[in-house]
């Protein structure tokens, strides 16, 4: 059955930099798009960024351009998004979804002094 | 603010049928898949409806979707206790060359 498992919580000082992974299987890692979408407590899901895991294409949303990159390492069918210069209201939980039919658990990430 | 906008709440009795309207405009639902999922709390969201009105399988067929102009209509029949959830709609937005999500509808079962 088709997985995505994220890696563990983060604490994050202000000006960090934190990356989560999301580790797929049971399904060919290239023939899907992942997408990153977060959510903060209380409030709706939004979009982050999308990646084409077969030729690495990438789009981000315009509000986290030049500080979100989504990457992926195809050997062991792993995909990354690094967001850079945290801000305590990047404090959220962090979704990555497989064509948007299979999801990870998420990962909180909290950014604080 | 999102540029897809949902009704914050929705409510129906069991065995109601419910509608939760997504409205949007020509650059993103006018011209663009709409998908559906349902969230509960502490969860992650689960698609429900794909491509305006396909129902992934697995979703049971009292759900379903619909799409007219730059707004889509997700519908709910023979509503349970299990529905109560929320719901958010998206769309890709070609102005913005991104995904949307509407705000949300958190619906009751009462």
């Known amino acids: 059955q088709v997985q995505l498992v994220q890696s563990g919580a983060e604490v994050k000082k202000p000006g960090a930099s934190v990356r989560v992974s999301c580790k797929t299987s049971?399904?060919?890692?290239?023939?899907?798009?992942i997408n990153w979408v977060r959510q903060a407590s209380g409030q709706g899901l939004e979009w982050m960024g999308w990646m084409n895991p077969d030729s690495g294409d990438t789009g981000y949303a315009q509000k986290f351009q030049g500080r979100f990159t989504i990457t992926r390492d195809t050997s062991t069918s792993t995909a990354y998004m690094e967001l850079r210069g945290l801000k305590s209201d990047d404090t959220a939980v962090y979704y990555c979804t497989k064509a948007w039919d299979s999801w990870g658990q998420g990962t909180q990430v909290t950014v604080s002094s | 603010q999102s540029v897809l906008t949902q009704p914050p709440s929705a409510s129906g009795a069991p065995g109601q049928r419910v509608t939760i309207t997504c409205s949007g405009s020509?650059?993103?639902?006018?011209?663009?898949?709409v998908y559906w999922f349902q969230q509960f709390p502490g969860t992650a969201p689960k698609l429900v409806i794909y491509?305006?009105?396909q129902r992934p399988s697995g979703v049971p067929d009292r759900f379903s979707g619909s799409k007219s102009g730059t707004s889509a209509t997700l519908a709910i029949s023979g509503l349970r206790s299990e529905d109560e959830a929320d719901y958010y709609c998206?769309?890709?937005?070609?102005?913005?060359?991104?995904?949307?999500f509407g705000g949300g509808t958190k619906l009751t079962v009462l």
């Open positions: 020509n650059s993103n639902i006018g011209n663009n898949y």
């Open positions: 998206a769309s890709w937005d070609d102005s913005l060359s991104g995904r949307e």
């Open positions: 049971g399904y060919s890692f290239t023939s899907d798009d």
């Open positions: 491509r305006d009105d």
